[in-house]
């Protein structure tokens, strides 16, 4: 074989590839305008929409803040009004309480000095009730140590007369045995 027929085949290739591709290259520059001038208009609609959103947005976003500060503005005013009540009411009731406090102080000081009077009394009589019991305790001792000083002295009376010769019975003598 020849060798020119190896570089005219890919060369014929080559120059028919370039025919196709130029015309094809036109056609694809083409639709990529046409893309792109889609791309373009659907990315501005996109955009315009997006700022007539943003606006709409800013505009209820304004809406709701201005709702939400008459809102605070009434609960606070609410807030305020409702802290005034209960702060006359807690003052109404600490002055109540107070007066109810001093009178049951005069109460508490009352009952302390009759029970320092009770227990006084109570210590006196307490006193009182044991030296009762002391003297009741002692008589108790006198009596019982004069009961046995009293069975002393018989103990020693009754052995005394136990050892004289006057309590004992003379000797009889023993008869004379009969004959």
Known sequence: M?????VLAPTVMLVGFVFVFRAHVEKAKIKERATAARIEKERADAESKKKAAEAKAREDAKK???????????????????????DKKVRDQTQEYLAK???AQKQVDTLEAELAKLRKDRDATSRESFELAKKVELARI???NAELEIQRMTEMVSRRAADSSLTRPPVIPAPPAKK
């Open 2 to 6: 020849k060798k020119w027929m190896y």
């Open 64 to 86: 709701r803040q201005d709702e939400r500060d008459a809102e605070e503005r009434k609960k606070e005013a609410d807030k305020v009004a409702k802290q005034a009540a209960d």
């Open 101 to 103: 406090g001093t009178a």
């Open 142 to 144: 006198a009596r019982r």
